[in-house]
Protein backbone atom coordinates (compact mmCIF):
# COMPACT_ATOMS: atom_id res chain seq x y z
CA UNK A 1 0.00 0.00 0.00
CA UNK A 2 1.81 3.33 -1.18
CA UNK A 3 1.93 5.79 1.77
CA UNK A 4 -0.85 8.25 1.72
CA UNK A 5 -3.29 6.62 0.12
CA UNK A 6 -5.40 5.58 3.28
CA UNK A 7 -5.82 8.05 6.22
CA UNK A 8 -6.99 7.92 9.70
CA UNK A 9 -10.82 9.34 10.25
CA UNK A 10 -12.08 10.08 13.49
CA UNK A 11 -15.41 9.30 13.49
CA UNK A 12 -16.82 8.81 17.43
CA UNK A 13 -16.07 9.73 20.89
CA UNK A 14 -17.46 7.69 23.73
CA UNK A 15 -17.32 10.18 26.51
CA UNK A 16 -18.42 9.54 30.15
CA UNK A 17 -21.91 9.86 30.78
CA UNK A 18 -23.10 6.46 31.98
CA UNK A 19 -22.35 3.85 34.40
CA UNK A 20 -18.35 3.97 34.67
CA UNK A 21 -17.05 1.61 37.38
CA UNK A 22 -16.10 -1.73 35.48
CA UNK A 23 -12.22 -2.81 34.84
CA UNK A 24 -10.64 -1.65 31.72
CA UNK A 25 -8.92 -4.52 29.25
CA UNK A 26 -5.33 -4.07 29.17
CA UNK A 27 -4.47 -1.84 26.29
CA UNK A 28 -1.94 -2.39 23.57
CA UNK A 29 -2.95 -6.12 23.00
CA UNK A 30 -6.47 -5.41 21.04
CA UNK A 31 -9.45 -8.09 20.59
CA UNK A 32 -8.93 -8.40 16.75
CA UNK A 33 -12.95 -8.95 14.74
CA UNK A 34 -12.62 -10.60 11.65
CA UNK A 35 -14.61 -10.84 8.79
CA UNK A 36 -14.67 -13.42 6.61
CA UNK A 37 -15.55 -12.16 3.11
CA UNK A 38 -15.95 -14.35 0.11
CA UNK A 39 -14.85 -13.37 -3.57
CA UNK A 40 -17.22 -10.93 -5.16
CA UNK A 41 -18.19 -10.87 -8.47
CA UNK A 42 -19.62 -7.48 -9.63
CA UNK A 43 -21.52 -5.89 -12.36
CA UNK A 44 -19.47 -2.84 -13.77
CA UNK A 45 -22.57 -0.08 -13.42
CA UNK A 46 -24.20 -1.04 -9.78
CA UNK A 47 -25.43 2.26 -8.92
CA UNK A 48 -23.93 3.72 -5.86
CA UNK A 49 -25.07 3.01 -2.89
CA UNK A 50 -25.57 -0.31 -3.62
CA UNK A 51 -24.75 -2.53 -0.51
CA UNK A 52 -23.01 -5.67 -2.70
CA UNK A 53 -21.99 -7.89 1.15
CA UNK A 54 -23.33 -7.37 4.62
CA UNK A 55 -22.23 -9.68 7.87
CA UNK A 56 -22.25 -9.04 11.33
CA UNK A 57 -20.03 -10.44 14.21
CA UNK A 58 -20.11 -10.38 17.72
CA UNK A 59 -17.68 -8.58 19.99
CA UNK A 60 -16.47 -11.55 22.24
CA UNK A 61 -15.12 -9.56 25.22
CA UNK A 62 -17.56 -7.17 26.61
CA UNK A 63 -15.10 -4.82 28.09
CA UNK A 64 -14.09 -4.08 24.55
CA UNK A 65 -17.13 -1.92 23.83
CA UNK A 66 -17.91 -1.48 27.55
CA UNK A 67 -17.21 2.50 29.20
CA UNK A 68 -14.32 1.77 32.25
CA UNK A 69 -13.42 3.12 35.29
CA UNK A 70 -9.64 4.54 33.97
CA UNK A 71 -10.94 5.67 30.97
CA UNK A 72 -10.52 9.10 30.36
CA UNK A 73 -10.70 9.03 26.38
CA UNK A 74 -12.44 6.31 24.40
CA UNK A 75 -12.38 6.46 20.69
CA UNK A 76 -13.22 4.51 18.00
CA UNK A 77 -11.57 5.29 14.44
CA UNK A 78 -12.82 4.48 11.07
CA UNK A 79 -9.67 4.06 8.53
CA UNK A 80 -10.13 4.62 5.10
CA UNK A 81 -11.22 8.53 3.76
CA UNK A 82 -14.56 9.34 4.35
CA UNK A 83 -16.65 9.17 0.71
CA UNK A 84 -19.48 11.80 1.43
CA UNK A 85 -22.23 8.88 1.17
CA UNK A 86 -24.09 7.48 4.51
CA UNK A 87 -25.31 3.52 4.24
CA UNK A 88 -28.17 4.06 6.20
CA UNK A 89 -27.63 6.01 8.97
CA UNK A 90 -23.47 5.47 8.75
CA UNK A 91 -20.36 6.99 6.58
CA UNK A 92 -19.15 5.17 4.49
CA UNK A 93 -15.33 4.98 4.11
CA UNK A 94 -12.81 4.31 1.09
CA UNK A 95 -11.12 0.82 0.81
CA UNK A 96 -8.01 -0.07 -1.52
CA UNK A 97 -10.44 -0.44 -4.24
CA UNK A 98 -11.66 2.13 -6.08
CA UNK A 99 -15.25 2.48 -6.25
CA UNK A 100 -15.96 0.21 -2.90
CA UNK A 101 -16.06 1.30 0.15
CA UNK A 102 -17.45 0.15 3.77
CA UNK A 103 -19.93 1.40 6.40
CA UNK A 104 -19.83 -0.23 10.21
CA UNK A 105 -22.59 -0.07 12.34
CA UNK A 106 -23.22 -1.40 15.87
CA UNK A 107 -26.44 -2.82 17.48
CA UNK A 108 -28.77 -0.85 19.45
CA UNK A 109 -26.51 1.38 21.62
CA UNK A 110 -25.06 3.01 18.55
CA UNK A 111 -28.38 2.17 16.00
CA UNK A 112 -28.12 6.17 15.19
CA UNK A 113 -24.68 4.93 12.98
CA UNK A 114 -21.22 6.99 13.01
CA UNK A 115 -20.24 9.12 14.33
CA UNK A 116 -21.29 8.26 17.77
CA UNK A 117 -21.42 9.53 21.10
CA UNK A 118 -22.00 9.27 24.12
CA UNK A 119 -20.89 5.92 27.21
CA UNK A 120 -21.75 1.68 25.92
CA UNK A 121 -23.82 -0.01 28.25
CA UNK A 122 -21.78 -3.27 29.18
CA UNK A 123 -22.60 -6.54 27.12
CA UNK A 124 -21.84 -8.08 24.45
CA UNK A 125 -22.23 -5.83 21.05
CA UNK A 126 -22.92 -6.62 17.22
CA UNK A 127 -20.68 -5.27 14.77
CA UNK A 128 -22.62 -4.96 11.31
CA UNK A 129 -19.79 -4.40 7.94
CA UNK A 130 -20.81 -3.34 4.39
CA UNK A 131 -19.59 -3.46 1.79
CA UNK A 132 -21.03 -0.26 -0.68
CA UNK A 133 -20.19 0.87 -3.94
CA UNK A 134 -19.12 4.38 -4.39
CA UNK A 135 -18.34 5.56 -7.97
CA UNK A 136 -16.91 3.53 -10.52
CA UNK A 137 -16.02 -0.10 -10.22
CA UNK A 138 -12.41 -1.77 -10.73
CA UNK A 139 -11.29 -5.19 -10.10
CA UNK A 140 -8.87 -5.89 -7.55
CA UNK A 141 -7.59 -7.19 -4.05
CA UNK A 142 -9.57 -5.76 -1.31
CA UNK A 143 -6.40 -5.79 1.60
CA UNK A 144 -6.67 -7.13 5.18
CA UNK A 145 -6.12 -3.49 6.62
CA UNK A 146 -7.85 -2.79 9.68
CA UNK A 147 -11.14 -1.40 8.99
CA UNK A 148 -11.34 0.34 12.58
CA UNK A 149 -9.93 0.18 16.09
CA UNK A 150 -11.28 1.34 19.32
CA UNK A 151 -8.67 3.43 22.08
CA UNK A 152 -8.98 3.23 25.55
CA UNK A 153 -6.85 6.46 26.54
CA UNK A 154 -4.64 6.13 23.32
CA UNK A 155 -4.10 2.53 23.28
CA UNK A 156 -6.02 -0.19 20.92
CA UNK A 157 -8.28 -2.61 22.76
CA UNK A 158 -10.37 -3.47 19.51
CA UNK A 159 -9.26 -4.10 16.32
CA UNK A 160 -12.17 -4.80 13.25
CA UNK A 161 -10.49 -5.93 10.24
CA UNK A 162 -10.40 -8.56 7.02
CA UNK A 163 -9.38 -12.35 8.07
CA UNK A 164 -8.35 -12.81 4.84
CA UNK A 165 -7.40 -10.82 1.32
CA UNK A 166 -11.20 -10.57 -0.89
CA UNK A 167 -10.91 -10.34 -4.68
CA UNK A 168 -12.91 -8.15 -6.24
CA UNK A 169 -14.02 -8.97 -9.98
CA UNK A 170 -15.91 -6.48 -11.82
CA UNK A 171 -17.52 -7.75 -14.90
CA UNK A 172 -18.32 -6.13 -18.24
CA UNK A 173 -17.50 -6.23 -21.77
CA UNK A 174 -15.57 -3.95 -24.78
CA UNK A 175 -17.11 -3.21 -27.75
CA UNK A 176 -15.28 -4.47 -30.88
CA UNK A 177 -15.03 -2.62 -33.50
CA UNK A 178 -14.86 0.93 -32.73
CA UNK A 179 -17.63 3.56 -31.45
CA UNK A 180 -19.25 5.53 -34.60
CA UNK A 181 -20.99 2.99 -36.72
CA UNK A 182 -22.39 4.37 -40.26
CA UNK A 183 -25.67 1.79 -41.81
CA UNK A 184 -25.97 2.53 -45.13
CA UNK A 185 -29.54 2.39 -46.18
CA UNK A 186 -29.03 3.45 -49.38
CA UNK A 187 -31.30 5.12 -52.24
CA UNK A 188 -34.87 4.16 -52.17
CA UNK A 189 -37.69 5.34 -54.33
CA UNK A 190 -40.39 7.69 -53.11
CA UNK A 191 -43.31 5.37 -54.72
CA UNK A 192 -41.81 2.35 -52.80
CA UNK A 193 -43.72 3.97 -49.79
CA UNK A 194 -47.21 2.66 -49.11
CA UNK A 195 -48.79 5.32 -46.57
CA UNK A 196 -47.89 6.59 -43.16
CA UNK A 197 -45.80 3.43 -41.26
CA UNK A 198 -44.73 2.09 -44.18
CA UNK A 199 -40.75 0.80 -44.09
CA UNK A 200 -38.52 0.36 -46.35
CA UNK A 201 -34.52 -0.50 -47.00
CA UNK A 202 -34.06 -2.09 -43.93
CA UNK A 203 -30.31 -2.84 -43.56
CA UNK A 204 -29.06 -4.76 -40.24
CA UNK A 205 -25.89 -4.12 -38.16
CA UNK A 206 -24.13 -5.61 -35.42
CA UNK A 207 -22.77 -4.81 -31.61
CA UNK A 208 -19.83 -7.10 -31.10
CA UNK A 209 -19.02 -7.22 -27.62
CA UNK A 210 -16.39 -9.29 -25.64
CA UNK A 211 -17.45 -10.04 -22.64
CA UNK A 212 -16.39 -11.39 -19.15
CA UNK A 213 -18.87 -14.39 -18.49
CA UNK A 214 -22.05 -13.49 -16.42
CA UNK A 215 -21.45 -9.80 -17.34
CA UNK A 216 -25.62 -8.53 -17.31
CA UNK A 217 -25.62 -6.50 -20.90
CA UNK A 218 -28.12 -3.42 -21.70
CA UNK A 219 -28.16 -1.23 -24.48
CA UNK A 220 -29.97 2.20 -24.86
CA UNK A 221 -30.20 4.47 -27.95
CA UNK A 222 -30.87 7.93 -27.78
CA UNK A 223 -31.72 10.36 -30.23
CA UNK A 224 -34.51 12.81 -31.83
CA UNK A 225 -37.71 11.25 -32.10
CA UNK A 226 -39.70 11.87 -35.22
CA UNK A 227 -42.97 11.87 -33.40
CA UNK A 228 -45.87 9.97 -33.25
CA UNK A 229 -46.54 7.14 -31.85
CA UNK A 230 -44.44 4.22 -33.77
CA UNK A 231 -41.36 3.16 -31.65
CA UNK A 232 -37.62 3.79 -32.20
CA UNK A 233 -38.48 6.49 -35.07
CA UNK A 234 -35.50 9.43 -35.24
CA UNK A 235 -35.66 12.71 -37.05
CA UNK A 236 -34.11 12.80 -39.97
CA UNK A 237 -30.76 15.75 -39.15
CA UNK A 238 -31.89 19.01 -40.73
CA UNK A 239 -35.09 18.07 -41.25
CA UNK A 240 -35.28 22.26 -42.53
CA UNK A 241 -32.60 21.71 -45.04
CA UNK A 242 -33.33 22.75 -49.20
CA UNK A 243 -31.65 18.83 -50.16
CA UNK A 244 -33.25 17.29 -46.73
CA UNK A 245 -36.05 13.98 -47.25
CA UNK A 246 -39.43 15.08 -45.54
CA UNK A 247 -42.20 12.97 -44.62
CA UNK A 248 -39.74 9.68 -43.65
CA UNK A 249 -37.68 8.76 -40.49
CA UNK A 250 -35.29 6.06 -39.71
CA UNK A 251 -36.19 3.91 -37.23
CA UNK A 252 -34.35 1.19 -35.23
CA UNK A 253 -34.75 -2.30 -34.53
CA UNK A 254 -33.40 -5.17 -32.66
CA UNK A 255 -33.96 -8.88 -33.71
CA UNK A 256 -36.56 -7.37 -35.70
CA UNK A 257 -38.30 -5.42 -33.14
CA UNK A 258 -38.45 -1.86 -33.22
CA UNK A 259 -36.54 0.14 -29.97
CA UNK A 260 -37.97 1.88 -27.75
CA UNK A 261 -35.65 5.54 -27.63
CA UNK A 262 -34.37 6.66 -24.24
CA UNK A 263 -35.00 3.47 -22.74
CA UNK A 264 -32.41 0.73 -21.23
CA UNK A 265 -32.82 -2.50 -23.13
CA UNK A 266 -31.90 -5.86 -21.60
CA UNK A 267 -29.92 -7.84 -24.19
CA UNK A 268 -28.98 -10.89 -21.68
CA UNK A 269 -26.43 -12.42 -19.14
CA UNK A 270 -23.71 -13.09 -21.41
CA UNK A 271 -21.24 -15.97 -21.37
CA UNK A 272 -17.61 -15.53 -21.99
CA UNK A 273 -16.02 -14.91 -25.17
CA UNK A 274 -17.33 -12.43 -28.24
CA UNK A 275 -20.64 -11.61 -28.61
CA UNK A 276 -22.57 -10.40 -31.41
CA UNK A 277 -26.23 -8.34 -31.18
CA UNK A 278 -28.43 -8.10 -34.09
CA UNK A 279 -29.97 -4.74 -34.96
CA UNK A 280 -30.98 -3.31 -38.10
CA UNK A 281 -32.29 0.26 -39.47
CA UNK A 282 -34.70 1.14 -41.84
CA UNK A 283 -36.51 4.08 -43.33
CA UNK A 284 -40.09 4.74 -41.85
CA UNK A 285 -42.71 6.67 -43.49
CA UNK A 286 -43.81 9.16 -40.62
CA UNK A 287 -46.20 12.17 -43.26
CA UNK A 288 -48.82 11.03 -45.98
CA UNK A 289 -46.65 13.23 -48.42
CA UNK A 290 -43.36 12.20 -48.92
CA UNK A 291 -40.59 14.75 -50.57
CA UNK A 292 -37.15 13.25 -52.02
CA UNK A 293 -34.04 14.35 -50.58
CA UNK A 294 -31.37 13.53 -48.25
CA UNK A 295 -32.48 11.13 -45.68
CA UNK A 296 -29.66 10.90 -43.09
CA UNK A 297 -30.39 10.59 -39.24
CA UNK A 298 -28.15 10.00 -35.61
CA UNK A 299 -28.78 7.90 -32.72
CA UNK A 300 -26.57 7.36 -30.10
CA UNK A 301 -26.14 4.11 -28.17
CA UNK A 302 -24.51 3.18 -24.62
CA UNK A 303 -23.88 0.04 -22.82
CA UNK A 304 -24.61 -0.66 -19.77
CA UNK A 305 -23.89 -3.86 -16.85
CA UNK A 306 -25.82 -3.86 -13.74
Known sequence: MKAGVWMLGLCGLWAAGGAWGAECLPAGNPERLLFDIPPQTLQRDLPVGSVVWQGTRQVQQAASLAPCAEAKDARLNLQGGDSGLKSGNSAVYGTTISGLGYALDTD?????????????????????????????????????????????????????????????????CELQGGRHRTVALGEVARSDFRGVGSTRGEQPFLLDLACDAGAQVNVQ?????????????????????????????????????????????????????????????????????????????????SLTYQ
Open 108 to 172: AAFRDGWPASGAIAAGKRQISLRLVVTGPLVSGVLTTETLARRTVNGLPVLDIALQKPVAITRLA
Open 221 to 301: FDGIAAGGDAPGVLALTHPEAQESARGVGVQLLYRSAPLALGERLPLETALQGLRSYPFSARYYQTQPQIAAGEANAVATF
